[in-house]
Nanobody
Framework: QVQLVESGGGLVQPGGSLRLSCAASGFTFSTYAMSWYRQAPGKERELVATITSVGGITNYADSVKGRFTISRDNAKNTVYLQMNSLKTEDTAVYYC?????????????WGQGTQVIVSS
């Protein structure tokens, strides 16, 4: 059974930091690209950051570049999102995603989300 379990969300003041974790099970974690998405109230879900399965190449939304860092530990089947210099506009539910495309077949899994609230 595939599971993605996010943790680490919470309430933080502007300028603060949080580290989100996503523990994966039920699939071959190292072969999947891993991403973090977020969805703020009344807005569409947006891609925050991605890390590839091979080479660990990262990509970020412009709104978080220089503040957020995505990383993965294949030995622990876990992906992280280090969030620094948080702003009120970072408030959202953050979702972990695992994605693999091979031979025209797509595997795509989602976690249940973790709430991040940035407020003074």
């Amino acid at each position: 059974q595939v599971q993605l379990v996010e943790s680490g969300g919470g309430l933080v003041q502007p300028g603060g930091s949080l580290r989100l974790s996503c523990a994966a099970s039920g699939f071959t974690f190292s072969t999947y690209a891993m991403s973090w998405y977020r969805q703020a109230p009344g807005k569409e879900r947006e891609l925050v950051a991605t890390i590839t399965s091979v080479g660990g190449i990262t990509n970020y939304a412009d709104s978080v570049k220089g503040r957020f860092t995505i990383s993965r530990d294949n030995a622990k089947n876990t992906v992280y999102l280090q969030m620094n210099s948080l702003k009120t506009e970072d408030t959202a539910v953050y979702y972990c995603n695992a994605n693999r495309v091979r031979s025209m077949r797509v595997w795509d899994y989602w976690g249940q989300g973790t709430q991040v609230i940035v407020s003074s």
